[in-house]
């Protein structure tokens, strides 16, 4: 009887037709317009409205989920849910978690051409507010997880599709919440997630960037007291002072470099479809007659790519007096730190407080950490090969690079679990940011046929990862 139903599986897989990927494409775009048309900024919407419609269309194929909602103590009359849908699997493996997050950033509604809630299309564009972050990721999670339904794939892992809130600066409501009172529902061996995209430069094909890790903001004020006074009569002890020369201080300073395997995997592949001169700066910098050189040359001219070398600082606020004639009695400034993932913060203290140098300077640190370290992920295991092959299929001819994120992502709450999780995302033109189409910007946009293609993408690489072999 066994014999008969592995048989039965294996031609039951040998023979799925594949997806319809014209009428894929239209139903994706209905449910990504609609989607993208919901206000779930925060603050100034709710996600609500996002889990509800996704709710209702995992129950149209037959996907139940559940919701959980962690009460919201800023504002109790609004409701800020995640949702978990699972398909299951043999068992024979750990599940894959995909994930988007429902909510975006809120927008100034004056300084967008076409209305951030509106999904105009222009152009071979839509347009809105989520359209790169994160609500192609969602709509992607979403596709893939009833695609494999409709396709009847046999799986050796359950796949669990998390639509997750509050990732815009809230992770308590959401992923913090979900690891904290309900991780059996969401513990994977493998995570796919938002961080990553595919690069176009000038209409060619760069890479595919995978993010495998990020840096960690840690935010730290610096205090200076001084004896309050008259402006009339200059003291040394003035508090605005001594914040200027320590932020002086602190601006001026490179922490050491430090690479990981995904920066220095980064930097040797990134090398392979660079310039000649940017390649022989990615290749020199652990030449020890090269690298200061090449380290200045980036803090100057090409400022992310310094920040992937090293724990950064920068100054950000500056607080301080009430009235032209009053010297103050006490002045701060707030930095901004993103930690390298295994950086020893309470040592990380110690060397700013040598670099400032200055005993009326305080550190004080606002609590520690917004999201938890976490070793990176693996680039050698299954999940990141198959990430490899089927970006060849999809993106050919470009290489697939490991990449640290330098800001932040709510995979860092699962990777301190001990998830191995890639951040993956559609094609986008590297002009765009600058532009101001990126993401967080006031015309933000996407491709339609890049959208499309990461749907693609997506299915093929959950079903590979998680489909009986």
């Known amino acids: 009887m066994m014999r008969f139903v592995l048989i039965a599986i294996f031609v039951t897989s040998l023979f799925a037709q594949a997806p319809d990927w014209a009428k894929v494409e239209a139903e994706t775009l209905k449910h990504f317009t609609e989607i993208v048309k919901i206000n779930s900024a925060d603050p100034g919407g709710s996600e609500k409205p996002v889990v509800d419609y996704i709710k209702k269309v995992l129950d149209a194929e037959g996907i139940e989920s559940k919701i959980f909602t962690m009460e919201n103590f800023a504002d109790p009359d609004i409701i800020r849910p995640n949702l978990i849908a699972r398909l299951k699997g043999s068992g024979k493996k750990k599940p894959l978690l995909i994930v988007g997050h429902t909510d975006t950033v809120n927008v100034d509604e004056k300084k967008w051409t076409h209305g951030p809630f509106s999904a105009h299309r222009e152009g071979g564009y839509v347009y809105g507010r989520g359209t790169v972050d994160d609500k192609d990721n969602l709509v992607a999670a979403m596709m893939s997880i009833i695609l494999l339904k409709r396709q009847k794939v046999q799986l050796d892992r359950d796949v669990i599709f998390m639509a997750e809130a509050g990732e815009e600066g809230n992770p308590a409501i959401g992923v913090a919440f979900l690891v904290r009172e309900h991780y059996p529902e969401i513990d994977a061996e493998y995570c796919l997630a938002e961080g990553g995209s595919v690069v176009r430069t000038a209409g060619t094909l760069k890479m595919v960037s995978v993010q495998t890790t990020e840096k960690i903001p840690a935010g730290v004020r610096l205090v200076a007291n001084g004896v309050a006074g008259h402006g009339s009569v200059p003291l040394q002890s003035n508090a605005v002072v001594h914040i200027a020369q320590a932020v002086a201080k602190v601006a001026a300073w490179q922490p050491p470099m430090r690479l990981n395997d995904t920066t220095r995997t980064y930097f040797e592949r990134l090398a392979t479809v660079a310039t000649p001169e940017e390649r022989a700066r990615y290749n020199g ?185």
């Open 285 to 469: 910098l652990l030449d020890p007659e090269k690298t200061d050189a090449i380290q200045a040359w980036m803090a100057a001219n090409d400022p992310r790519h310094n920040s992937m070398l090293r724990t950064s600082v920068s100054p950000n606020i500056i607080k301080a007096g009430y009235r032209r004639n009053v010297i103050p009695s006490e002045a701060e400034a707030t930095l901004d730190i993103r930690a390298l993932p295994d950086e020893d913060l309470k040592k990380f203290d110690e060397q700013l407080r040598s670099v400032i140098n200055d005993p009326a300077v305080k550190i004080v640190r606002d609590g520690w950490a917004s999201r938890p370290g976490a070793a990176p992920s693996s680039l050698t295991n299954e999940a990141f090969k198959t990430i490899e092959a089927v970006a060849k299929k999809h993106y050919p001819g470009v290489p697939t690079i490991p990449s640290m994120s330098t800001g932040a992502t709510d995979m860092a709450f699962l990777r301190s679990k001990g998830m191995q999780c890639y951040g993956i995302g559609p094609m986008i033109d590297s002009e765009d940011g600058p532009k101001g189409f990126g993401a967080h910007s006031d015309q933000e946009r996407i491709l339609e046929s890049s959208l499309y293609t990461f749907v693609k993408f997506h299915y093929d690489l959950v079903e590979e990862l998680a489909k009986v072999k």
